[in-house]
């Protein structure tokens, strides 16, 4: 099945100008290596025709190999968001395996489900719930024990068709479907209540059995469409509010008969207790689903969209508008896709037909406050509120606008990036397109103090996309270039290593760094508050200040978990949180030489190679990348594999 060789004290022989990383050992499987991947948290796997490998990274031996899977394409294989869990999808059913055992905790085949509609990992209850269609066409939903793979429960036909599942403590869960809201015990899923979820839905249960057939058609007609929900806690925890978006198309009445599409969002609040519904009318609102905030206790709905919008506060207690005109709320140029809430109100980000604006929202009032919205160029991805104002940053320029007047601090925006924007205490760090260099804003006093000495300009027509803050200074980086700042602004270094210009290659580079960047879903430690005050410690824009900043509960609540599973899985997260601590220090990068293409490990406070490792010549490359660890696992023949420690 697999050969194994390990070579902890060999180290390649290299003609190379850089020197090469150690070949730690390699394993020939008996039959090609059709595919591999490493999963968020280290889980090293790899398919060939003889099924699918859990493989341990650090000998190589195989830990689990299950032989189902032996004709399984990668795009069938995917990851459970935030759980040590794959989904599997073949001509037989679903299959669930946890990643670290190779165990199958679902098959639906085996569990009687014919079609799987939706699939829920629920770690206060440390089960996984399945629902689709029975093998008599009926709905069906069903719990399994994570930690032993048994069936809790099975109901059939008593939620109908389930479009999202929420907990609310480890004894009780939420479900929402199609036309109704029910209340189910986690542990015996027995229904606590069931109520309608819309007067539509009430009436069809007056009509007997044709409005069950009814029902059946509205669900069956569903079927193929994007359902959209917002499910939103009352900071009481006694009320919960349901959103839901309608897609509307009117044929246009001009002679090129163009359709015109546009949005409505309903909300209904109910109580948690029983159920009931809390307003006698859903709060109807023109656009999409948008953004939520509580404001004393009440409603605060801004709608996404791409046409000009109200925004509105709603009193909870029979969900009355509060703002605007009898109450119909004030208009905004825009769907608001962004805000940022200061002492008194917020900074509201809007767009409309690719265009964008900021605007002032004074919320005890309900008014906007700026004589005329503020266009903006660019998506708006970076804020933060000074003595000032509020600094904004697109993705073409910066500029720090004054909420009470709307006036902006400088005359002429700064040319930028928000991706290329790093705050450090007082002082934030902005790449200037136009200067060709990095400057630093004084956050007191809203001053441009320092301009670098010397500009840069990277090779192969790049441009930096990444400014990290450093101990030493400020890097600038892209995909092949390196350049870094002393907080004088003096240049330290640049540095450009050439691109293997072949785009397969750095597929497996990307993909890899995707990974990295999507830790903040799958990686936790013990208390968020750790997180919380280690993030605090890093840069705005870096991938670890993002992913310490953004990461959830699920792991925290895992970690109280009994499951052996979720135990597993919380020891890897805490594992690679503490990974990330080195692999901050380098950056990984493809590069061509005489020998074919070289993987470099670039330590990002010198900018010089500090390692390599040969992936040679081949022009449809098979290589897994794990940033977190610094591993990299090359198929350099059909059916073997090697694995390098950069």
């Not at 993987?599 to 040679?616: A, M, Q, V, Y």
Request: with cysteine; net charge negative.
């Amino acid at each position: 099945m697999l050969k194994k060789i390990s070579a902890y004290s060999f180290l390649f022989l290299s003609i190379s100008m850089f020197s090469q990383s150690e070949e730690t050992w390699t394993s020939t499987f008996d039959n090609e290596v059709n595919w591999q991947t490493v999963s968020a948290l280290g889980n090293y796997i790899v398919q060939t025709d003889s099924g699918l490998f859990g493989i341990d990274t650090n000998s190589g031996d195989v830990i689990w190999n299950d032989e189902t899977f032996g004709r399984l394409s990668e795009t069938s294989f995917s990851e459970l968001d935030n759980s040590p869990f794959a989904k599997i999808e073949t001509e037989k059913g679903l299959y669930i395996i946890n990643l670290f055992n190779g165990k199958r905790v679902f098959n639906s085949f085996e569990h009687g489900i014919k079609k799987v509609k939706q699939h829920f990992v629920l770690y206060q209850s440390n089960a996984i719930v399945v629902a689709g269609k029975s093998m008599s066409g009926e709905d069906m939903a069903l719990s399994i024990d994570i930690a032993t793979g048994s069936v809790r429960w099975s109901k059939e036909g008593s939620f109908g068709k389930l479009i999202d599942l929420v907990e609310l403590n480890e004894d009780e869960l939420l479900g929402i479907s199609l036309l109704k809201n029910v209340k189910i015990n986690s542990k015996t899923g027995d229904v606590i209540w069931s109520i309608d979820n819309s007067d539509e839905a009430q009436q069809l249960n007056k009509m007997g059995a044709f409005g069950n057939l009814l029902k059946e058609v509205a669900e069956a007609a569903s079927e193929s469409v994007e359902i959209k929900l917002d499910f939103i806690m009352h900071p009481s925890g006694e009320y919960f509010i349901i959103g839901s978006e309608q897609r509307n198309e009117n044929q246009s009445m001009s002679s090129n008969g163009n359709t015109i599409v546009s949005f409505t969002s309903s909300y209904r609040a109910y109580n948690i207790a029983n159920g009931e519904l809390l307003w006698n009318d859903p709060i109807e609102v023109k656009g999409e689903l948008g953004l939520t905030y509580w404001l004393n206790n009440d409603l605060l709905i801004l709608p996404r969209g791409k046409q000009n919008s109200r925004v509105n506060l709603y009193a909870m207690e029979d969900g009355a508008g509060l703002w605007g005109k009898k109450g119909k709320g004030i208009s905004i140029k825009g769907g608001v896709y962004d805000y940022t809430p200061t002492q008194d109100g917020m900074l509201v980000i809007t767009s409309r037909n690719d265009k964008h604006f900021l605007n002032y929202l004074d919320t005890e009032n309900g008014l906007f406050t700026f004589d005329k919205t503020i266009k903006v160029k660019g998506h708006v991805g970076y804020t933060i509120n000074t003595v000032n104002g509020i600094l904004y940053a697109t993705a073409e320029e910066m500029n720090i606008v004054n909420t009470s007047t709307g006036d902006l601090l400088w005359d002429k925006d700064l040319k930028t990036h928000y991706k290329l924007v790093d705050r450090n205490g007082s002082q934030l760090y902005a790449f200037d397109y136009k200067a060709g260099a990095v400057k630093t804003i004084n956050l007191e006093s809203g001053a441009i103090e320092m301009a670098a000495t010397e500009s840069i300009k990277f090779s192969e027509n790049e441009s930096p996309n990444t400014l990290e803050i450093r101990e030493k200074g400020i890097l600038l980086s892209s995909d092949q270039n390196f350049a870094m700042y002393d907080y004088n602004g003096e240049l330290l270094f640049q540095k450009y290593y050439a691109s293997p210009r072949e785009e397969g290659w750095k597929r497996a580079l990307l993909f890899a760094g995707t990974i990295y960047a999507g830790y903040v879903s799958a990686v936790s430690t013990m208390t968020s508050g750790v997180l919380q005050q280690a993030g605090a410690q890093q840069g705005i824009n870096t991938v670890e200040r993002q992913t310490l900043a953004k990461l959830g509960t699920a792991y925290n609540d895992m970690g109280k978990s009994a499951g052996s599973a979720a135990a597993m899985a919380f020891t890897a997260a805490n594992k690679r949180f503490k990974a990330t601590k080195e692999a901050r220090d380098y950056c990984m990068v493809l590069t061509k030489s005489k020998n074919g293409i070289e993987l470099l490990k670039i330590n990002k406070d010198t900018g010089e190679s500090e390692s390599s490792i040969p992936l040679g010549k081949n022009r449809k490359p098979n290589y897994a990348i794990d940033l977190v660890e610094g591993e990299v696992f090359l198929k350099d023949d059909s059916n073997r594999i090697k694995r390098f420690i950069l």
